[in-house]
């Protein structure tokens, strides 16, 4: 079976990773190749080299300041050449007479509803990892809200990491039999790296470290302008307010709609570490040893309560309200105010923490691309679709 796995972010790599791996252990019944569409190139070098993991094809449609629209385009003009079934010579290193059989595409990024777009439109079936999540508003977050909708209507597979997100595929009208409860790859990928040597650079990071670390990441689109100021100014409240007590580690995305303001409000508060972005093995050993986390990254929702770790989560919405229902996770939205009094609850409060840190995870438990090879690996013998329209 030919299975093309695409993937342009680095969510999409740290929770395709476990799945590349599951099905290279099966040579007999897989064919995989890879292409990244590099739609944010400097934060995947890192995990390409952790997870030795190497493309087949790089689409290269990182543009300064791209809209999502301009890499739609991209992805869907850059991808669909290599999924036509007649090809007249090699492309790009590409081997001119293999055809996937299957494309997976994971989450709800730019670059996975193009290229289950680009899929649909060549007759390739799609499997969708991460399926199901919704939060039933396409403003919170936006895109990924529609992207993952848009990919819910023309996939193949939905592989739910939980039964909720099933329940939502179920209730749009995907066939229960399209459908299957795995749990979540990023889990696989959390544990396989929480059992790696911790790098240098996390002694570095909490050399002379206070009583307690927080680790911090706000970047979501939904998160520009007021609500991201918002989130800086609850942060610089709560480090003049514990001072040399409390460390917040904040990894800032180099999108300067979110550098800008951050480095502005935050960037003369002592207590306040402005990093770049983290590699992914030394942010899981950071969160390994921080106190809680405050974020409106999606990932980190399912992460940290494998690890015990509080959440606040920096959004209106989540399409992860399994955490809300464990008490594990705890919507705060971009409001200084209630950051402010949830955090330092968290702080002041040991009997609030203990009741939040408990190490129940209701996203899976590290066999979720197990699970997925299997499902795929049944599917070889069944037709496939022919291409839609011309």
Known sequence: MNVLVVFGTRPELIKLAPVLRAMRGDPSAFDVRVCATAQHRDLLAPLLKL???RPDVDLDVMRPDQSPADVVARVVTGLSPLLQRARSGARNGWVPDWVPDWVIVQGDTTTTM???LAARYAGVRIAHVEAGLRTGRLDQPFPEEANRRIVGAIADLHFAPTPGARDHLLAEGVPDSWITVTGNTGIDALLWA???R????VDRL??????DLVLVTAHRRESFGAPLEQIC???RDLAERFGPAVRFIYPVHPNPNVDGPVRRRLGDVPNVMLLP????LTLVHVLKRSRFVLTDSGGLQEEAPSLGKPVLVLRETTERPEGVAAGTARVVGPDRGRIVAEAARLIEDAGAYAQMAKAVNPYGDGRAAERIAAVLAAT???PVRTPCGT
């Open 194 to 196: 929480a059992s790696q």
């Open 198 to 201: 911790a790098p240098a650079e």
């Open 114 to 116: 193009a290229a289950a």
């Open 206 to 211: 909490i050399a002379g470290a206070p009583r």
């Open 51 to 53: 997870f030795e993991i």
């Open 380 to 382: 070889a013998r069944e």
């Open 233 to 235: 100014l609850a942060l």
């Open 277 to 280: 972005p983290l590699d992914y």
